[in-house]
């Protein structure tokens, strides 16, 4: 769980989860970045959180989603199943370190920010500063930071994680996963060169129930 920070450096993406072309605009931010790293490092996504905390779950249901799909060009870290939180979060990364010569991480959690701002996801370069927002200690870690503001930080965070609505939570994974989805399909096809993208309605048809997005 991240405390969103007033100086942090202008974002590479913002935007509200529900908003019209949302995982459209994500996945474009994505490609464009990742494009020039695609070839020389591991693109790690490593999503942060617990299923014991309904708000700080973002980051394993992200994850849960991804692996479904079972995408090309990232390597995800971070499940319902084998969530990556702050006991095994320094495990987590060493692993990492072991398993990928050159990894570039991007890091996925939840955070808690201003009250007109729950429900926006932001991509960001940078390390992640997992716990802040909850005041635990953990180790930066990250070459990009992927958040999304799951409820009001600034007072009982414990409190407001526990009370946070899980089905904004499901859905804001579920909208991340689909604008990382459609990355992996242009960073692959770009590799192969070719211009073609599947349609992003063919996403939702790869998990079972069905995600509540068009």
């Not at 973002?58 to 390597?75: I, N, W």
């Not at 939840?110 to 729950?118: I, R, S």
């Not at 799951?150 to 407001?160: K, L, Q």
């Not at 992003?200 to 997005?213: H, I, M, Q, V, Y």
């Amino acid at each position: 769980m991240r405390q969103l920070s007033q100086s942090s450096p202008p974002p590479l993406f913002r935007e509200a989860y529900n908003s019209e072309g949302f995982a459209e605009k994500l996945a474009r931010s994505l490609y464009n970045t990742l494009l020039p790293k695609a070839g020389e490092y591991d693109l790690v996504i490593l999503c942060i959180g617990t299923d014991r905390s309904t708000g700080d779950a973002l980051g394993p249901l992200l994850g849960s989603y991804l692996a479904d799909v079972e995408l090309k060009q990232f390597h995800v870290y971070g499940t319902l199943n084998q969530p990556v939180h702050a006991v095994n979060l320094e495990q987590s990364v060493a692993a990492i370190a072991k398993h990928h010569q050159r990894p570039f991480i991007i890091a996925a959690d939840a955070c808690l920010g201003h009250y007109q701002h729950v429900g926006h996801v932001t991509l960001g370069e940078g390390a992640l500063q997992p716990g802040a927002g909850v005041n635990k200690k953990l180790p930066a870690v990250g070459d990009l930071h992927l958040t999304g503001i799951v409820n009001v930080g600034g007072f009982m965070e414990y409190f407001v994680l526990q009370n946070t609505r899980l089905s904004l939570v499901m859905n804001m994974a579920a909208r991340m996963a689909q604008g990382i989805w459609l990355a992996d399909q242009r960073l692959r096809h770009k590799k192969r060169s070719e211009l073609h993208t599947k349609p992003a309605s063919l996403f939702s048809r790869l998990f079972s129930p069905p995600l509540p997005f068009k």
